[in-house]
């Protein structure tokens, strides 16, 4: 069972997800230059929204290379003295992954039930564990790194590493494939990047010094993107241990947050909160995914209407199309915040609010 999730979202001017340059990432689509959001950018908004936690009600997962001052700050506030803390903390540390200057050599992903959980062992051995540190065998601990990996490979109690998956090639026992593929977004029409040549004012230079304090480029561009997501449901309850209820939360928690997720990038410049125009899941049984972003192979424009009309009526025909050519018993579930006269096909799958669109998608999934 897949979970698709498509969403057209204007942005006013800004530069949501820059590149080594500064300016905001683009790419080449249907041979012309597209705005573009990175599908990375997007998963760290989106699990970063603060409804996703709240919806789920689990806390977020860590990603970090500290993950040696994560286990040394938990032991000391059970009252561990620092020292030993630290000294337990990094040979644990170095069991789970290389240490490279004082930290894991790559970033680790981790519950707050999985770091519980190594907290709680740790504790539960502790005379054992010092003896270990004595004698510089890391026997003990190595044995408790172990049974932990054997007790998490292949599931999860986090639903955004259910969701986003996790990947460690030095412990490929805690790896956990992704649920959810994200794919980049991209404007539905060519763009133009444009600079902003900005200054800014010295608050205490005399009057006979003249001229700005600094002046600077910065670039920017406006744009309506689609964006696409996959959701294989049956994987998600897999990396949740069989937790169907979990599962259905976080589908409802990824479809929240990913409505309200907006990059950061360059906001105190720029202020670009701008909603998503169209909302639109589709649910499927058949094991088969459509991205609609070829609906703009050819860029939109513009016209009469503007480019958020333009856009969904190409994504509304081309569904059309699809569905015409190949038939589809999935029903979608559709809601729009305006531009509503540009549906046809997609017109008797509309749904009047944000609230009725969510339940409406999530009463598609199973319950058990």
């Known amino acids: 069972m897949f979970v698709e999730l498509h969403l057209i979202q204007n942005f006013a001017p800004s530069n949501l997800n820059r590149d080594d340059t500064n300016n905001p990432k683009d790419c080449d689509f249907g041979g012309v230059r597209r705005a573009r959001i990175s599908s990375q950018c997007i998963k760290r908004a989106t699990r970063s929204e603060k409804i996703f936690a709240e919806t789920t009600d689990v806390d977020l997962a860590v990603r970090t290379r500290w993950l040696n001052r994560m286990i040394s700050n938990a032991l000391a506030a059970h009252g561990k003295a620092e020292d030993t803390a630290r000294s ?36 539960a051995h502790w005379d054992e564990v010092l003896e270990s540190l004595k004698n510089g065998k890391s026997l003990v601990v190595e044995g408790i790194a172990k049974d932990l990996f054997k007790a998490l490979k292949g599931r999860t109690g986090a639903p955004d590493i259910a969701l986003f998956g996790r990947m460690l090639a030095e ?35 005399g009057r006979e010094e003249t001229g700005a ?19 294989d449901f049956d994987q998600l309850v897999r990396n949740l241990g069989g937790d169907v209820d979990l599962a259905r939360k976080t589908v409802e928690a990824f479809l929240r947050a990913s409505v309200r997720a907006v990059p950061t990038g360059k906001q105190n410049s720029h202020a670009a909160q701008n909603p998503p125009s169209f909302y639109m899941t589709v649910v499927r049984n058949d094991s088969s995914a ?22 969904i009526k190409a994504l509304d025909n081309y569904w059309g199309k699809l569905t015409a050519f190949y038939g589809s018993p999935a029903r979608p579930v559709v809601a729009v915040l305006d531009a509503v006269d540009a549906l046809e096909h997609l017109k008797p799958a509309c749904v009047g609010t944000l609230e009725g669109w969510i339940e409406d998608t999530l009463a598609q999934l199973p319950r058990e």
């Open 213 to 231: 304090g600094m002046i600077g480029m910065g670039g920017f561009n406006s744009a309506c993107f689609y964006r696409y997501a996959c959701i």
């Open 290 to 311: 459509w991205s609609l972003a070829n609906a703009f192979e050819k860029p939109v424009t513009a016209g009469q209407h503007g480019l958020v009309f333009s856009s």
């Open 88 to 123: 337990v903390a990094d040979l644990f540390a170095a069991q789970y992954c290389k240490l490279d200057k004082g930290h894991t050599s790559v970033l680790v992903y981790l519950s707050k039930a999985e770091m519980e959980e190594i907290t709680a062992q740790l504790l």
């Open 171 to 205: 412990k490929p026992d805690l790896n956990i494939d992704a649920a959810c593929q994200v794919a980049h977004a991209i404007s539905t029409h060519a763009v133009n990047m444009e600079m902003d040549y900005f200054t800014a004012v010295d608050d205490f230079a």
